[in-house]
């Protein structure tokens, strides 16, 4: 047996299960991992090459179960911070309750896509768990990665730039502890956590995401409206999972995805 077939298999008995136990109100949980398509060297993988793919249960109108959304964003430093999400860090808009096809477009799965598929079917049946059992651990807000900036090791960086806000959790330390009990070096790159030096975003020459196992799929809870669950903050960093950069939200619109962005995403 193929591994497409073997996909197959698994999304029908996925959606047969689905169908056999799922009432027609949206689940009120959000399943979540980060998908990197590089291997992660000391736990570090460049920002730019990590993808959020959050899967959770939209209700339309004129369906019995609801649609399976399958979504993926990247992350953007601004002078603001650093979201995860948002209109324009949409990478890529499916839906998990169409059957994946070969050379698929469009809302549908692709099979040429195996690692999305794989990852989306694993999602969706962390969302089913939390549904069979109440004391499935679910998450309030999303466990984010921590996220480092690199700049060039040159000494024009150094202990003077931090800014740590709330002192009393760095536990009376000067910045010049501090700096070098957290500093890295990494490829020919000084890093520091992107939080003590946001307002040096134009300095940095690449920044990391340090990824961690046990935040590499998680849950969380929606209540009310998944508008208000998967936008807002988590330990400073904001987040926003529900955006599309189709213009308005994801369930007030078509299925129409770009393919050339999920094109760029499988080669990236």
Not at 126 to 140: F, N, V
Not at 209 to 230: C, H, K, N, V
Request: aromatic share 8%; glycine share 8%.
């Amino acid at each position: 047996m193929t591994n497409t077939e073997t996909l197959i298999d698994r999304w029908r008995e996925l959606m047969a299960k689905r169908l056999a136990t799922q009432r027609c109100e949206p689940r009120p949980c959000a399943a979540l991992a980060f998908l990197c398509l590089v291997r992660p060297q000391q736990g570090l993988v460049p920002l730019r090459r990590v993808t959020v793919v959050v899967v959770h249960d939209v209700s339309l109108p004129r369906r019995v179960v609801p649609k399976l959304r399958l979504a993926g964003y990247g992350a953007r430093v601004t002078q603001k911070g650093l979201v995860w999400g948002g209109p324009h860090a949409h990478r890529f808009e499916k839906n998990l309750s169409l059957c994946p096809r070969d050379g698929a477009g469009g809302p549908r799965l692709s099979l040429r896509q195996t690692e999305l598929v794989d990852i989306g079917i694993r999602l969706a049946r962390r969302l089913a768990y939390a549904q069979r059992y109440p004391a499935y651990p679910c998450r309030e807000v999303p466990d984010l990665p921590r996220v480092w900036a690199g700049f060039c090791d040159d000494g024009r960086v150094g202990p003077r730039q931090l800014r740590i806000f709330g002192r009393q959790h760095a536990g009376g330390l000067s910045n010049e502890q501090l700096f070098s009990a957290t500093v890295r070096r990494y490829q020919g790159l000084l890093l520091l956590p992107f939080a003590w030096v946001s307002h040096l975003y134009r300095h940095v020459v690449e920044y990391f995401a340090e990824l961690r196992y046990s935040a590499a799929r998680q849950t969380i809870r929606i209540s009310g409206a998944p508008y208000s669950s998967l936008v807002g903050h988590s330990s400073g960093t904001g987040f926003d999972l529900w955006a599309s950069r189709f213009g308005g939200r994801s369930s007030q619109r078509k299925d129409n995805t770009d393919r050339s962005a999920f094109r760029r995403l499988a080669v990236a």
